[in-house]
Nanobody
Framework: QVQLVESGGGSVQPGGSLRLACVGV?????????MAWYRQYPGKERELLAT???????HYVDFTEGRFTISRDDAKNTVYLQMNNLRPEDTAVYYC????????WGQGTQVTVSS
């Protein structure tokens, strides 16, 4: 059973930055998978933000507008999401998972952007 643990969320002011991390257990699960970050607003479906392939190739949905950067450290079985210039509309719960055939979702990490 794969377990995903997200961390790094918090409360920041508009324009601030956060770096989210997602660790997978067992420690080999990420290496051959396309990994992704998602977010979810209350009462809404999760939405895709960014994807990273095992070779490091990345893809972002348009609305991230260059503010988000996904990266991976397979030695640590960790996927990161660097978020800069945060906006109030980025307030959501953030999750990681693979791009398709989802594993069980982790608890997510709450990001709150407010002045």
């Amino acid at each position: 059973q794969v377990q995903l643990v997200e961390s790094g969320g918090g409360s920041v002011q508009p324009g601030g930055s956060l770096r989210l991390a997602c660790v997978g257990v067992p420690d080999y699960v990420f290496r051959i998978n396309n990994m992704a970050w998602y977010r979810q607003y209350p009462g809404k479906e999760r939405e895709l933000l960014a994807t990273i392939k095992p070779d490091g190739d990345t893809h972002y949905v348009d609305f991230t507008e260059g503010r988000f950067t996904i990266s991976r450290d397979d030695a640590k079985n960790t996927v990161y999401l660097q978020m800069n210039n945060l906006r109030p509309e980025d307030t959501a719960v953030y999750y990681c998972n693979r791009r398709v055939s989802f594993w069980p979702w982790g608890q997510g990490t709450q990001v709150t952007v407010s002045s």
